[in-house]
Structure formats: structure tokens, C-alpha cells
């Protein structure tokens, strides 16, 4: 029971097993969330949020982005100034702490709604997939943004009436989350009107069991009710949501919105369920993402069968009707988006929302697992031995579902050992042992700008110095003209972040003929080329 709770989230109510079975789960998501955490170099989306922290006061921190994203930086920002900037394990921590504490609340979420098998079976397949380990392991906002919506979520939901703290909490958590991304917004929307269309239904069902009573005492006791707390908080958000419009609609005109983005792939819940797996092919008839799509489909004829076989919930109650429309929502409205307007399919965007696809995940396993205890355990008493074999067959299942999961990630995907997006501090690292003291006669040279280069730099204490007239996209002639003017003896070349999108024809149309390509170095996404100064017979 919920008054048997602690501050209503530690889980006193549940069975013995439950808690054992989330405390290893648990302790599985810290290792893997912690794992390498400082080993590999930040990527630009890091550098870049590092370098708004990174310097000046809480105020320069929220300048200058796009789709409000400065608010998540601004939290990032007191981060920082817990943890400091020079270490970027430090700094990636937050997202760990969060991605683990997002596992607890899928499964209390889950738990809460469905059973305790569909809690562990959610927390259990969440908490070894891929994309939730990727964003766990990034100085971004991603995933505490993700868990305050989903601790936001979770209160809502609750049956019972909430208290003041927790609607003060609600609304804190969403407002912050809206804040920060619009495809957060978006999740955020769409979970809050399904909860008031739920509560609308269930008010319209218990209509007939109340005395008649006027419209004005209708309106006055609902809005005093449980769902009247809802309808408040729902409130509080539209009154941000209407001040950000301006903004949002300015954002999305921009080119620098999504000029960046792929196309929208042909089978786009299937390719996010490839991120989730790590893109696991291993199926023999067809493979785990195109599987989960399958079962996704069958969601709905597993909850109409339990439903006529089990259930004894109110069906506005089940709570798949929530996880499909924020997790199948998002989905869609991101494909409509991207089919009128411009690409916005990216896989990080719907970080926000998967927790949904894990919670259906779960329900809909356990849901099954009930079925299955219908069909070939009738007859036994479901207080002992088909409980037993049921809580048997969901922790078998998650056991072979995250082992199988996780030997792929860490043997055959190689997560740990692919060296990150871009090798930035290894650069930077050469740099720093490579180019003489003086550098009177050695001009270095970037793409993109040199900042991402010199917040490393800086950290060493390295005295190199690159060109700080770069821009984003092609090196131009005007850059290039110390390289004539100086006639430095050395030219050195860096590039970074996806290295073969950059053109550099200026820069060989200036070198032609005065410098030769001593020797080139290969990081990962990065690359350095030495140009020595050709001397001429006579000079």
C-alpha cells in the first residue's frame, strides 16, 4: 500500500524478491553506466556544452541556443561548480546517476501500475540497452532531463491524492524539462493530456454512481479532487508552453534546426528499437529490434486477452494507454514533422520518451506470462506454486534477455573499446608533446573551431596556440594568409568530428608548390597533417 511507502518511491510494500531482483539490477546499471566513464575523449556536443560552463557566470551559460537549450546548460553549469571542469569523469557523472536512478523509477513505475514482474522485467531489459547507456555516459542533458519527467510521471499517476511537496515538485521537474528540449516538451505534452483524458473518463464513469448534484459543485469537486491536483499542474505548464511559443516557432524556422539531420528512416520505430539493442542481427528469423516492433503490435491483443482473462482494473486504469501515447506519440508526431515540414528523426531525441517503450515492455511480458499461467496452470493455486513459476519465468526471461543483451554490447559491439565519436583530447595531447616552444615558426590550423582543441589544452597547461579565426565549415583564403605572410617553416593541420565532412581546397591551393605532407595521424573522427616548408636548391 502506498501509505506503507517512504516518501512514496522506496518500495516497503514489495515482496522480498522484487527487491532483491531491482537491487541486482541496480547494481548491474551502476557498473555499466560507470564503466569507462572518464576513458574516452568528449565529442563536440560535449566541448560545446563544456565550454559554456566552462568560464563566466550562470547567465552566459543560457546565451545564444537554440530550442531552450540553455536551461539545460544553466543546470549543468552548478554541476560544474560542484564537481569542477577539469576532470571528465567528474562532470559525466551526473548523466550516470541519473540513467541508474531512471532504472528505479521505470520499475516502481511499472511496478505500480502493472505488477512486480513487469517492474523487473523493465528495469532489467532498460538497464543494459544501449541508447540508455550511451546518453548515461555524456557530459548533456539528456538523462536527467529524461528522469525528471519521468519522476514527474510517476507522482502524477499515482492514484492517490498528492501532496503539496509533490505537486510542487511535479511541477518544478516538468517546468525545468520543458525548458531544456522541445522533443522533452513534446513527451511532456502528450503524457500530460493523456492523464487528463484518463481522469476525464474515469470522472465520466463514476458519474453514474454519484447523486445529482449542479454544474458549479460538479466543476468545484473535481477541481478539489485528485484530478483537479492534475488538471493544476497541467496548468502551471501551459502557462510556460504559451510564453515559449515565440521562441519555439523562431527555433524551427532556423536552418541551424535540423540542417544536420539524416532522413527519416523507412521503419523509424524499428530503428530506434536498433538503438535500444545495439543493433543486435542475431535473430534467426528475423532480428531483436524487428521483434520488438512484433510484440509492440501484439501489445494490444495481449491487454484485450488479459483483460478477459485476469484483470480486474477499470481499462481507462491499464497503463498502456499512457505509454502509447507518450512513447508511440513521440514517435509520431516527430515522422509527421519530418515528413511535412523537415528531417527531426534523431535518436537521441527520443531519450525522452524511452522509458514508455520499456515500461510496455514489461507490462506486456508479464501480461503474457499470465496468460500463460491461465492456459497451463488452471488448476493450481494462484497464491503459491503459480506465483512461483511465474516470478521463475520473469526473472528468466530478464536474466537471458540482459545477458544475451550484454554480451553482444561488450563483445561484439565492442561499446568499451570503440574510443568515443571523436578523439579530441588525444589531439590535443599531441599537440601538446609535439609543437616546439616557440612557435614563432609553426602555424596551427583548424576545423571546426579551435576552442573545442584548447579546453583541453587548457587543462594541460600547454602554451600551443591555434588560429582562432576558423568558422564552421571550409577553410577560407583570408584564415590562411599568415601561411604567406610569415611563411612559417610548419603547417599543421587539425581535424575533428566526422573529419571527411570538411572541405580544406584553400588550404592545398595555399600550400601548392611551398610545402610537402610530412606525415599524417589518425585518431578517432580526427586527424592531424604535418606540412613541412619546402626548401629550394639556393634559398
Not at 534467426?284 to 482494473?313: N, Q
Not at 497503463?319 to 528523426?345: A, H, K, T
Not at 564552421?472 to 617553416?489: A, C, F, K, R, T
Amino acid at each position: 500500500m502506498e501509505e506503507n511507502q517512504i516518501g512514496g518511491l522506496i518500495p516497503r510494500d514489495a515482496s522480498t524478491a522484487y527487491r532483491i531482483s531491482l537491487f541486482m539490477i541496480l547494481i548491474i546499471s551502476t557498473m555499466l553506466r560507470f564503466r569507462g566513464l572518464g576513458v574516452e575523449s568528449f565529442w563536440l556536443d560535449e566541448l560545446t556544452t563544456l565550454d559554456a560552463v566552462d568560464g563566466g557566470d550562470w547567465r552566459d551559460t543560457m546565451e545564444g541556443w537554440l530550442s531552450m537549450v540553455g536551461m539545460g546548460t544553466w543546470i549543468l553549469y552548478w554541476w560544474a561548480q560542484i564537481v569542477g571542469t577539469e576532470s571528465d569523469y567528474a562532470l559525466r557523472s551526473v548523466s550516470a546517476i541519473a540513467g541508474v536512478i531512471l532504472i528505479y523509477i521505470v520499475s516502481e513505475f511499472t511496478r505500480k501500475h502493472t505488477d512486480e514482474k513487469a517492474g523487473i522485467i523493465a528495469a532489467g531489459m532498460m538497464s543494459v540497452s544501449y541508447l540508455s547507456i550511451l546518453y548515461s555516459q555524456e557530459f548533456r542533458p539528456y538523462m536527467f532531463t529524461t528522469l525528471f519527467i519521468w519522476i514527474s510521471f510517476y507522482l502524477i499517476r499515482k492514484p492517490e491524492r498528492l501532496t503539496k511537496p509533490q505537486i510542487a515538485t511535479s511541477i518544478t521537474l516538468l517546468t525545468l524539462a520543458y525548458l531544456i528540449h522541445y522533443l522533452a516538451g513534446l513527451a511532456i505534452v502528450l503524457g500530460l493530456i493523456c492523464d487528463f483524458i484518463i481522469r476525464i473518463k474515469t470522472t465520466i464513469s463514476n458519474h453514474g454512481t454519484q447523486e445529482p448534484i449542479g454544474l458549479s459543485d460538479k466543476i468545484r469537486d473535481y477541481l478539489n479532487s485528485n484530478h483537479g491536483q492534475r488538471l493544476m499542474i497541467c496548468f502551471s505548464l501551459a502557462s510556460v508552453a504559451i510564453f515559449m511559443l515565440e521562441k519555439m516557432f523562431l527555433d524551427s524556422s532556423s536552418t541551424n534546426h535540423s540542417m544536420w539531420i539524416n532522413d527519416t528512416p523507412r521503419r523509424p520505430v524499428v530503428s530506434l528499437f536498433d538503438y535500444f539493442v545495439a543493433f543486435d542481427d542475431r535473430g534467426t528469423i528475423t532480428d531483436i529490434a524487428e521483434s520488438l516492433w512484433y510484440f509492440v503490435l501484439l501489445s494490444p491483443l495481449i491487454l484485450y486477452l488479459h483483460r478477459k482473462m485476469k484483470t480486474e482494473r477499470e481499462l481507462e486504469n491499464e497503463i498502456e494507454w499512457f505509454v502509447w501515447f507518450v512513447g508511440g506519440g513521440s514517435m509520431l508526431m516527430v515522422v509527421i514533422y519530418s515528413v511535412l515540414v523537415r528531417p527531426l528523426w534523431v535518436s537521441r531525441y527520443f531519450v525522452f520518451s524511452m522509458p514508455a517503450w520499456y515500461i510496455l515492455f514489461g507490462s506486456s511480458i508479464s501480461k503474457t506470462i499470465d496468460l500463460m499461467d491461465s492456459a497451463f496452470n488452471s488448476q493450481r493455486s494462484r497464491l503459491d506454486s503459480t506465483a512461483t513459476w511465474s516470478w521463475a519465468i520473469a526473472l528468466a526471461f530478464t536474466a537471458i534477455f540482459a545477458s544475451n543483451s550484454l554480451h553482444w554490447l561488450v563483445n561484439d559491439f565492442e561499446y568499451y573499446e570503440q574510443g568515443g565519436r571523436c578523439d579530441f583530447r588525444g589531439m590535443s595531447e599531441w599537440l601538446d608533446e609535439n609543437t616546439p616552444e616557440n612557435q614563432d615558426d609553426v602555424f596551427i590550423v583548424s576545423q571546426p573551431y579551435s576552442r573545442f582543441w584548447d579546453l583541453y589544452l587548457d587543462r594541460m597547461g600547454s602554451d600551443v596556440e591555434i588560429d582562432t579565426h576558423g568558422s564552421w565549415g571550409d577553410l577560407g583564403i583570408g584564415q590562411l594568409m599568415p601561411i604567406i605572410d610569415d611563411e612559417s617553416d610548419s603547417v599543421i593541420h587539425i581535424r575533428g568530428h566526422k573529419k571527411d565532412m570538411w572541405n580544406y581546397d584553400e588550404l592545398t591551393f595555399v600550400l601548392n608548390g611551398s610545402y610537402e605532407l610530412e606525415q599524417s595521424y589518425y585518431f578517432t573522427e580526427g586527424q592531424i597533417d604535418v606540412y613541412k616548408r619546402v626548401r629550394w636548391l639556393g634559398n
